[in-house]
């Protein structure tokens, strides 16, 4: 072995825009040189191997998840079999148990850590560098089969794992206030141990602020309940002063939300906070099957009580699969949660996770599920193989055309045509099947077309047809300037021309008034950001309700963060219909 060994840690992430913070903990614990390397899942192996073979290395770790296993199978495997001398190690969630086996399933591999690596990965190392072999205990080899899952002592001796050179534009940055769940939910990792580490408050602020000063776009906080941290709402005082123009993403438990809490929430800027919340059932036999037990009406009185805030981003996930669970019983789940308007509705499908509780009972539960990572749920005893396929489209349904937000006037116009949500984005997903088959590439004039067709399945009278294209092309021009009139929607009268270039004659104080940015600004130069489109008639919902002509004007110049164009409604007053 070299005097100086060098390492480089693989991260493979789910997606480009993801990082992985074990990688970066790591590299800040040791002393010796330590190169990060990050990829994601959709870089073909050879690209990879590749680009690792170029870096001169002498240990290699990979940080290995349930989304990254089957790369990391094979990258380990072809690096080993190319750089023979090089030693292999695996750390991480997804090789945290069962350590033995997985040992002689990779040969090539010489170690594995289990649990968390602050502490034994540098003792490793250090093993490595002096060509000794010592016991540490959460570090498994052929030579070493018994260990134990490690934990660190101290969590806030473990150095903070971010420079400068790591953040990069479009990326998000992840970040860790607590390590750890005080639940013990049975499809979860935190099942298999107890204990939540906090980190000092007064250190937080000050990590925070490195990204606050570099503008970083998006920190996830990475703690599994973050509201169960007993400081959660001093630091998020502490950001709503201190924030910048960072946006902040936590997971935390609804029900948990205190008085104190919802009153502070109200008093925040949009785009500052966003909130994960996992529901994941609403049937109580299932909550207490997996030791979720969620106090439903608090969690639908403060969900309520935020999402009429209107200040911040809601998503609300659910699992199919869990104990108990049938389609019908997933269907009141879905529609219990749907009923709250959340920004999104994540449907996840259950993930037999080694280590977990729910593993030790797959067989009880009669759960079969993919026999290679991410051990996703196929049928269990409560749903059929064919009921989890149907769901499936299901889920890429609800992706499409809710949670993607692309059409969020139109989708709720056309739920309000079935008896209930679920059925509505059931029917639906019919028609996405056979038009996407066995390709999910598809342009979204296609899924609009799809929309307005199974609208039109239902009779409906002119009114209503009216109504539901307006609001379908009210969704097409938030997304961009018209490109070519949309020719199903026959019985639209908008945009004539004449009457809008009028509208920019005697009313452009009105524009003005209505977005200050423009201030000033010329038809002509107006024109380079702004589309304005004439409606007769126009009602946007319930409350909004115009019987006199309305310009709407899109402000392709100013995007939100979902990448739409901000509207705004402007009445016509100098004109006659
Ligand atoms: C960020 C995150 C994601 C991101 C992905 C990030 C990325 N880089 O691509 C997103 C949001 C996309 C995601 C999705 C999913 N996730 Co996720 N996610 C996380 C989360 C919140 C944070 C991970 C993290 O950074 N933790 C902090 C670090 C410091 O802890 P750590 O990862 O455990 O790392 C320590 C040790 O494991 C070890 N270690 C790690 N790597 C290495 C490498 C070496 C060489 C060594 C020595 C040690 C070592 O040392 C580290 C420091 O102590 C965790 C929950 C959590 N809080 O950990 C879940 C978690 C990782 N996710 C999980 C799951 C199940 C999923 C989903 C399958 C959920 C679903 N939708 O059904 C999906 C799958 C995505 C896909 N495409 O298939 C499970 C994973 C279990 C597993 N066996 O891998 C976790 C643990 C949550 C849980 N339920 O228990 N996830
Ligand atoms: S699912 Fe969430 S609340 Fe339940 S144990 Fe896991 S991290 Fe904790």
Not at 65 to 76: A, D, G, R, T
Not at 78 to 90: G, H, N
Not at 186 to 208: H, M, N, P, Q, W
Not at 454 to 479: I, N, T
Request: glycine fraction near 4%; include cysteine.
């Amino acid at each position: 072995m070299k005097s100086k060994i060098k390492t480089v840690l693989i991260g493979i992430n789910s997606k480009y825009v993801h990082t992985n913070l074990a990688i970066h903990y790591l590299r800040e614990c040791v002393s010796m040189e330590v190169e990060l390397l990050e990829y994601t899942i959709n870089q073909p192996t050879h690209a990879i191997v590749s680009d690792i073979l170029e870096h001169d290395f002498d240990v290699i770790g990979f940080s290995c998840y349930i989304w990254n296993m089957e790369s990391i199978i094979k990258l380990s495997q072809v690096v080993k079999s190319v750089k023979k001398e090089c030693v292999v190690i695996l750390g991480g969630p997804e090789v945290s148990f069962h350590v033995g086996e997985l040992l002689s399933a990779m040969p090539w591999v010489e170690y594995i850590v289990s649990g968390e690596g602050e502490e034994a990965f540098p003792l490793l190392l250090q093993d490595i560098q002096e060509g000794r072999v010592s016991q540490i205990e959460n570090v498994y080899s052929k030579h070493k089969l018994i260990g134990s899952y490690g934990t660190v002592k101290e969590f806030d001796l473990v150095k903070f794992p971010y420079r400068e050179a790591d953040i990069q534009e479009k990326r998000i940055i992840y970040y860790e206030f607590s390590r750890g769940c005080p639940f013990n939910c049975s499809y979860c990792l935190s099942s298999t141990f107890r204990g939540v580490k906090c980190r000092d408050i007064e250190l937080a602020k000050k990590e925070l602020e490195f990204f606050v000063k570099r503008d970083v776009e998006l920190v996830k906080f990475v703690d599994r309940t973050f509201n169960a941290h007993p400081k959660s709402l001093d630091l998020l005082r502490h950001l709503k002063e201190h924030g910048g123009n960072t946006l902040f993403h936590f997971e935390i438990c609804a029900d948990l939300l205190t008085e104190d809490w919802i009153e502070f929430l109200k008093t925040t800027p949009s785009e500052l906070f966003q909130f994960e919340i996992g529901v994941q059932t609403t049937n109580a036999e299932t909550m207490k099957e997996i030791s979720r037990v969620t106090q439903l009406e608090k969690l639908y009185k403060n969900v309520k009580a935020l999402k009429d805030m209107g200040n911040m981003h809601l998503h609300l996930d659910l699992i199919v699969g869990l104990p108990f669970e049938g389609i019908e019983s997933f269907k009141k789940s879905f529609n219990d949660i749907f009923h709250l308007r959340p920004d999104a509705l994540q449907i996840g499908f259950l993930k037999v996770l080694k280590g977990s509780e729910i593993e030790l009972k797959s067989k009880e539960y009669e759960i079969i599920c993919t026999p290679y990572a991410p051990y996703e749920v196929l049928q269990t005893k409560w749903l059929t193989y064919q009921e989890v396929a149907q769901l499936k489209w299901f889920e890429e349904c609800v992706e499409r055309y809710y949670n993607s937000e692309k059409f969020s006037h139109s989708i709720l116009e056309y739920v309000k045509l079935f008896r209930a949500p679920f059925e509505a984005f059931s029917h639906l997903s019919v028609g996405l099947k056979k038009l996407l088959g066995l390709d999910k590439n598809v342009a979204f004039q296609e899924l609009i077309k799809l929309l307005h067709a199974s609208f039109f399945e239902h009779e409906r009278g002119d009114e209503a047809r009216e109504q539901f294209e307006k609001l379908l092309y009210l969704d097409y021009l938030c997304l961009g300037r018209e490109k070519g009139r949309l020719e199903f929607l026959h019985s639209l009268e908008v945009q004539e021309k004449e009457r809008v270039s009028k509208f920019y004659a005697t009313q452009i104080e009105d524009i003005w008034e209505t977005f200050p940015h423009y201030q000033g600004e010329k038809k002509e130069s107006l024109q380079k950001n702004l589309s304005l489109y004439h409606f007769s008639h126009f009602k946007l919902n319930e409350s909004n309700v115009w019987e006199t002509p309305v310009i709407v004007a899109f402000d392709y110049g100013k995007r939100e963060k979902s990448q739409k164009a901000e509207y705004k409604i402007i009445v016509e007053t100098s004109l006659e219909m």
